[in-house]
């Protein structure tokens, strides 16, 4: 089996990564403490034309060299933002038309592969490695997805989970947007 050039792979440049047609999604990292999960998510928001990124609170931010270790130049092709609350990204996000669920094994939570989205503006949040998501956020989410999980852990890494959350999310409308 041959491998595909670049070219075959029909990857557009970095330049036109930025002005590209994105889904209407921000992923919103909420005090996440790895630099190399925060590159990671990155690779993966650009891997999903994703609109945005928000880093709040101690989220590492680029530019860092351990970022973009994980990150491969992501971080020049997905556009962020600080914020210093999470709690202040979800009300921009939601002044701004997005929905917002938090990422979280809760009660009432509703099962990932039973979420149906419509390629409508949604924010998603993930928490932090140990914490999970802040019970501030958690009040103010629309809802709480959980990825299903049959293992002794029941939990993901933070990038593992938003690449899985991701391709759930699109893949009924995942032809190139």
Known sequence: ?????????????????????????????????????????????????????????????????????????????????HFAATTDAVTTAREAGYAVYAVEQVHDSIMLNQCLWKNEKTAFVFGNEVAGVSDAVLKMADGCIEIPQWGAKHSLNIAVSVGVVLWEIVRETATRI
């Open 1 to 81: 089996m041959q491998k595909k050039t670049m070219d075959e792979l029909g990857r557009i440049s970095p330049a036109g990564a930025k002005t590209a047609e994105k889904y209407p999604i921000i992923i919103v990292l909420d005090d996440v403490r790895s630099m190399h999960n925060v590159g990671s998510v990155f690779r993966t928001c650009d891997a999903f034309a994703v609109e945005a990124i928000y880093l709040c609170g101690y989220t590492p931010t680029p530019p860092h060299r351990d970022i973009h270790k994980t990150a491969l130049g992501a971080t020049e092709t997905v556009r962020w933002k």
